[in-house]
């Protein structure tokens, strides 16, 4: 019988409750998380820790590393409301970098001036019900390409009413309606707070294909032989 070929592993630093986590595992990965803070909905192997000093150390260890630094220094509203947040892209960029391994850094809107070249990803192009649009960085050798991104001209539906037909809905704040987000986001393990800030799923499943293909075409130690 001939041996299945090891299947890469993937580091998801700042990993919350596992969005993205979990879109790299349906992509076929062997995920494990790392957050500060505990996070008892995580489903996947949890490192609590600091997600700087743990990629430094341990992060040749894998094959591919995605990121998502705190988006609150980068937020639209939070700049508004002249609330200060840790800014941790560039730092974390460079903990990537010298890791000498294909990542993906990730952050909201506010936050794409600080990214390099990023593509952006939002709910129109995988079928769901709202826009959240995400940018990604690509680095280490990685290559993402932009696909087609819909112009966003469907209504929103106003916070604290019931979404109508073909309404966008705007899952921020103490929004309404948690079943239902988890339904149109693909995240059922998760409350209120993790759907407020996570990477629905379907964005990190479509990087993690195209990586994939790309890894296999690498020296990296457990990516030579892997395709998906």
């Not at 988006?71 to 974390?92: F, K, N």
């Not at 990214?115 to 079928?127: K, R």
Request: with cysteine; aromatic share 8%.
């Amino acid at each position: 019988m001939t041996a299945l070929p090891p299947r890469p592993r993937l580091l998801d630093l700042y990993c919350c409750q596992g969005g993205a986590s979990a879109g790299y595992a349906a992509a076929g990965y062997i995920v494990t998380g790392v957050d500060l803070a505990p996070q008892p909905r995580y489903p996947f192997t949890f490192i609590q820790g600091d997600a700087i000093a743990y990629v430094l150390e341990h992060g040749h260890e894998y094959d591919l590393i995605a990121a998502s630094p705190p988006c609150q220094g980068y937020s639209d509203a939070q700049v508004l409301q002249g609330r200060e947040h840790p800014m941790l892209i560039a730092p974390t960029r460079a903990a990537l970098q010298a890791t000498g391994r294909p990542y993906v850094l990730e952050n909201v809107p506010g936050a794409r001036g600080h990214l390099v070249d990023p593509i952006v990803l939002c709910g129109l192009m995988f079928g769901l019900g709202t826009y959240r649009d995400r940018y990604f960085e690509a680095g280490g050798g990685l290559v993402l390409e932009q696909p087609h991104h819909p112009r966003h001209d469907r209504p929103i539906t106003k916070l604290g009413r019931p979404r109508r037909n073909g309404e966008m809905a705007h899952y921020v704040g103490n929004f309404s309606g948690v079943e239902a987000a988890r339904n149109d986001l693909g995240v059922p393990w998760m409350n209120r707070n993790g759907i407020r800030e996570c990477i629905p799923p379907a964005y990190a499943q479509w990087i993690g294909q195209r990586a994939a293909a790309q890894l296999a075409t690498t020296t990296a130690p457990h990516a030579t032989t892997w395709s998906p």
